[in-house]
């Protein structure tokens, strides 16, 4: 990139401003030999200013390093009269003072942003080479390093935010001037000042701000190339980092290019490299990339067993994976299984509050959601919610993500209102502390939307699932899992407002997407047929409907077993098209059995409970048990005003003749 000059007044004037001494005349010569240049004129007028050199020896001196450097004035990115200039300054430092020199030669492999004076202060031992390490242990040197790199105008020193920074060029000419050795030297040395710098949990708030200002410095220097384990360290935070900062795809980025690289530096079975790689599985799987994340998760957990052992904290991380990795697969009974074989040795080798076992909590309790066992999964969320705002704070991402899972469980228990209150209340929290577009806040918001739904407020349940559906495709993408997810909320928003057409086209593309995406016998991928079912009935479709619930419950009965929220719903449903159909025998049937199934499962005043009793109460009426159906009706009535007060819209269809069609919104895998 070529630099704009200066007209030569220009160039003169700034010289005079710092050297009122020097002649126009002699100014004139000086912005000649320095191309009129801005930077190389700033720099003169600085050094003319700091020397006092006489100018005549100071043009002599530009004009020989002009001669020295013109074999690089070729480059489009090398202007030489700046370079010149810049070289007079460094060889002054190092006459001066060599390791003021060899700090900038540091910093230069770093980015040409603000470096925090934080990352020299570390009283770590670096052996970078034992006259910096000595200056390194020595404030009053440090301070006159920095003094005398600023004096020479080589960079600038911002005292309120306690930075330093280099221009590009600076570092350009720096770097040129040094060997491929010393290069290597001083790079390394930018590593070990870098990671003498981490703040180390990754997932603080409060450490956000210094990862921040490593970052661009971490990708400048290359880190991941670096052979000290510190160093690789920081590298694996950064990853962590830009998870919890909500950069899905950026962390995805990185870890990828970390893994790629230390695969050609380190042993297999190294532990570095294993954490690294299961950052990437992690952020795989959170993006929808299952069949990579499992692949990897299995890999790193026989390596770990073979290496550590069955209960070492990184061999149960790898397990906590796996499980859940089984639980996006919708083999929810081995997630669980796996889960609780994790949690339960981390529990006695760790104790309850160790920040692993809290982990292996949250992972156990999604599963046993995953699973329908919706009390086990509140009790279990509790317990981790209080420990984890315990040990981590009230608005930690960790924190606040186990949070979104105890209303879950609450909403999924049954408890459709005091689950609607705490969400509102959550998703406050967690868009105060996160921002409005963070992962963990998209998920409240998806959260919320049902919740709000599920209590009756369906006009704001619809307004904040699209907002949300439309921020999760742009962030994350439409096949994102959450993206899909959000989009089969909305399209059971779409029904309850009417709108048949648009509910049936996002549900039709919920199911294709679910089909691609996880397998055409995913219990989710069914899930999504029977959606797509109620809508085709609501709209005359009724051999349609009847064959993908019909498809769904076969598949749901099989992988999940008879008594499974989700194949309780999908039956509650298929009883509708068999009564749609005119079969209210079949349809009585299959609701009594659903029903007494739900009862035992979720409580016999579950919202979904009675639903089906409802739809049962009608079943009983159209095959001419008027009475009994009628009392039946009247006690579901009342019971669903106790549970979801008297106002909620399921009243009001029940008392105006409708079937209750019964929805499972997915969970996140």
Known sequence: MKIGVFERAESIALLLKRNPEMSVEDAGRLAEVLDDLPLAIGQAASWLATTEMPVAQYMNLLTRKRRELGELAHREDYEVAVAAAWTVALERL???????????????FMAPEPISLELFLTPRNFNISPEMDATLQNPSRLNLAFRQIERYGLARTDYREQTIQLHRLVRNVVIDQLSADDQEEMRHAAHLLLAGGNPGNAGGAAQWPRFHALLPHVFASNIIDCEDEWARQLAIDIVGFLFFLGDQRGCREYALKVVDRWRTMLAPEDPQILKAARWLAFVERQLGNFAAAAAINADCLEKLRASVGHDDEETLDAMILVADDRRAAGDFAGAVRLGSEAYEISNRVFGPDYPHTLTT???????????????????????????RVAVLGPDHPLSLLTQNGLTLDLREYGEYIEAHKQQELLYERTHRALGPSHPITLLAARNLAVARRRAGDQTAARKLAKETMDVLRTMSGELSPEAIACALDYAVDLRENDQLDDAKELAEQTWHEYRDKLRPDHPYTLYARTNLGIVLRLLGEADAARDHDSAAYAGLRESLGPDHVLTLTCATNLASDLAAAGDHAAALDLDADTMTRSERMLGPEHPSTLACSLNYAFDLIGVGRAEEGNQRFNAVVDAYRRVLGREHPAIAAALAGERANCDVDPMPL
């Open 94 to 108: 190092d006459q001066e003072n060599p390791v003021a020199l060899q700090l900038l030669q540091a910093c230069s």
């Open 361 to 387: 909590a949250h992972s156990l309790g999604a599963s046993l959601r995953a699973a329908g066992d919706f009390r086990t999964a509140l009790q279990q969320d509790m317990d981790t919610v209080r420990r």
